[in-house]
């Protein structure tokens, strides 16, 4: 079965410090993987994904995220954290069976002034 | 261009009533899914429809059905409602295999 897990429920990184929030998957086949934030009272926005190519996958807000095959994971990153990066962070993967999205239990990222 | 919305935002219901949750993807996707997102935990799947038809059913019991129409909107509905699906039901639209693109949320309220 397809399934994502995101180790961390909370990580704490300083303003300006690199941030890292971890995901590892379960897929058959080739995955379709994506990350999205939610802020408090809203839904979700979709920040990048992975279907193919390149391992390392750019996406909004200056975001990106490493596709290793080998770990079976799809970390986020960001060079150096913002306050208004504080949010909650969801892994996803799609199951190609029958189109549905499957996430992870989220991340919530706290950025320190 | 307008994103994914869904109505109402907001809504309050006693529990055994019923209740309808509405969703208008963006123009041009033809797949429509619903998600439930209980507090402190991630979405989980509800429905899927691609073309006005089910591709796709979580594990929700038959108290939860949905229908989409020609025009793509979608609707979700739940019958005898329980404290339990108290939660955000989230509206999403994509093209098949894509990212989805979520709308806001209804945030139901089950008393």
């Known amino acids: 079965a397809q399934s994502v897990a995101q180790p961390e429920d909370q990580v704490n990184v300083a303003e300006g410090n690199p941030l890292t929030v971890k995901c590892t998957y379960s897929?058959?086949?080739?995955?379709?993987l994506f990350w999205y934030v939610q802020y408090p009272n809203r839904g979700l926005q979709f920040l990048l994904k992975?279907?193919?190519?390149?391992?390392l996958v750019k996406g909004s807000y200056g975001f990106e995220a490493e596709f290793n095959k080998s770990q079976t994971s799809f970390h986020l990153k960001k060079p150096s954290a913002l306050v208004s990066d504080s949010a909650l962070y969801f892994c996803?993967?799609?199951?190609?069976?029958?189109?549905?999205?499957?996430f992870g239990k989220g991340t919530r990222l706290h950025i320190l002034p | 261009d307008a994103g994914v919305t869904q109505s109402p935002t907001h809504l309050i219901k006693t529990r055994g009533q019923h209740v309808t949750l509405r969703c208008s993807p963006i123009?041009?996707?033809?797949?429509v899914s619903w998600y439930q997102q209980v507090l402190g935990q991630g979405p989980q799947f509800i429905f899927q429809?691609?073309?006005?038809?089910?591709?796709g059913r979580g594990n929700f019991p038959d108290r939860f059905s949905a229908r989409q129409f020609p025009n793509y909107s979608s609707e979700l509905n739940v019958n005898a409602l329980l404290l339990g699906d108290s939660a955000l039901y989230l509206c999403?639209?994509?093209?098949?295999?894509?990212?989805?693109?979520f709308g806001q949320g209804t945030r139901l309220t089950v008393v």
């Open positions: 999403a639209s994509s093209l098949r295999l894509t990212e989805a693109f």
């Open positions: 897929v058959s086949g080739n995955p379709y």
């Open positions: 992975y279907i193919t190519g390149d391992n």
């Open positions: 996803a993967v799609r199951d190609i069976r029958d189109d549905k999205i499957i």
């Open positions: 123009s041009g996707h033809k797949s």
């Open positions: 429809y691609y073309e006005k038809e089910e591709r």
